[in-house]
């Protein structure tokens, strides 16, 4: 099973909060983001560059 930080739950449930709202936008083409895996994804990632405790994405 996989472990997630405290900090972690916390982007991610920030961001999907700005999804829910309308304000996120994706990296370089700055769409607005839709998908909720995208926008949960963003929020790993940006925990990721933080230093969160969480597990490598998989490939």
Same mark, same amino acid.
């Given at each position: 099973?996989?472990?997630?930080? #405290?900090?972690? &739950?916390? %982007?991610? @449930?920030?961001?999907?909060?700005?999804?829910?709202?309308? !304000?996120?936008?994706s990296g370089r083409?700055?769409? #607005?983001?839709? &998908?909720? %895996?995208? @926008?949960?994804?963003?929020?790993?990632?940006e925990a990721r !560059?933080?230093?969160?405790?969480?597990?490598?994405?998989?490939?």
């Open positions: 099973m996989r472990r997630y930080s #405290k900090i972690a &739950s916390k %982007k991610v @449930a920030k961001v999907m909060h700005e999804m829910k709202q309308g !304000k996120l936008k083409s700055g769409k #607005k983001v839709v &998908s909720r %895996k995208q @926008a949960i994804a963003i929020g790993l990632s !560059k933080k230093g969160a405790k969480v597990p490598t994405p998989r490939r």
